[in-house]
C-alpha cells in the first residue's frame, strides 16, 4: 500500500522567511496530493491540492510542486506569518483514500 | 466551516464496550471515508464508503466496522475497545470517486477509552 514520508517533523522559521516541507510517496498510481493544515483541536483543513497531471501550483503565499518521477513533492510557504503557525500534512491520493504523512509542526519566531 | 458534521464531540467509554460514532456528508457527496488520529500523528485511513458499500479498507481488525446509509450519512462501529482506540475519529466526504476529490473532513469525535 502507499506510504507517505514527511520531513521536517517540525520546523521554526522567522516571520516573513519561507517555510519549506518536503515529502515522498511510494505507490506511483497516487493521483492526488492534497495539503492540509490542522490548528490544535481542529479538523484538517485543505490548504491547497495538485493532480498528477500538474507539477505546480500556486495560490498566494502558497505553492506546491510535484516531482512524479521521483515520487516526492514539496509545500512552499513564502512570507510567512503568526497565523501559519500549525501543524502541516501531506497526503496522496488513490481512488479518494487519502494517506496522510506524520505531519509538521510549524513555529512561526517573532 | 465544511458542511460535515459528526456526534458525538466528546465521548468516554470503558475497555472492551462498543461504540458507534456518526457522520453525516456535505450535501451531494457520495463518498464517505474514516479516519483515525492518535495524539500527535496523522490521521491513518480506517476504511471508506461509496454508495453504501465498501470501497476499501486501511490496516484496521475487523472490529472497526462500518454502515452507509441511503442519504450517504455514515457511522463506525468500533466493538471490544481497547485503550489504543482512544483517538480522535475523523470523517471526511467527497463527490467524485476516482478522480482524486477533495475530501471534506468533519470536526471529529473524540473518544476516550479508560
Known amino acids: 500500500g502507499e506510504n507517505v514520508e514527511q520531513h521536517p517533523s517540525t520546523l521554526s522559521v522567522q516571520e516573513g522567511d519561507s517555510a519549506v516541507i518536503k515529502c515522498t510517496y511510494s505507490d506511483s498510481a497516487s493521483n492526488y496530493f492534497p495539503w492540509y493544515k490542522q490548528e490544535l483541536g481542529k479538523r484538517p483543513q485543505l490548504i491547497i491540492d495538485?493532480?498528477?497531471?500538474?507539477g505546480e501550483k500556486k495560490d498566494q503565499r502558497i505553492a506546491v510542486t510535484l516531482n512524479k518521477t521521483a515520487k516526492h513533492f514539496s509545500l512552499h510557504i513564502t512570507e510567512t506569518q503568526p497565523e501559519d503557525s500549525a501543524v502541516y500534512f501531506c497526503a496522496a491520493s488513490r481512488d479518494d483514500k487519502i494517506i496522510f504523512g506524520k505531519g509538521t509542526r510549524l513555529h512561526i519566531l517573532p | 466551516e465544511t458542511g460535515v458534521t459528526q456526534s458525538p464531540t466528546h465521548l468516554i467509554k470503558t475497555r472492551g464496550q462498543q461504540v458507534t460514532l456518526r457522520c453525516s456528508s456535505q450535501?451531494?457527496?457520495?463518498?464517505v471515508s474514516w479516519y483515525q488520529q492518535a495524539l500527535g500523528q496523522g490521521p491513518q485511513f480506517i476504511f471508506q464508503?461509496?454508495?453504501?458499500?465498501?470501497?476499501g479498507r486501511g490496516n484496521f481488525p475487523p472490529r472497526f466496522s462500518g454502515l452507509q446509509f441511503p442519504n450517504y450519512s455514515s457511522e463506525l462501529n468500533v466493538n471490544a475497545l481497547e485503550l489504543d482506540d482512544s483517538a480522535l475519529y475523523l470523517c471526511a466526504s467527497s463527490l467524485a470517486f476516482g478522480g482524486g476529490g477533495e475530501q471534506y473532513f468533519g470536526p471529529g469525535t473524540r473518544l476516550t477509552v479508560t
Open positions: 464508503y461509496y454508495r453504501e458499500e465498501e470501497n
Open positions: 495538485i493532480r498528477s497531471n500538474v
Open positions: 450535501s451531494g457527496h457520495n463518498t
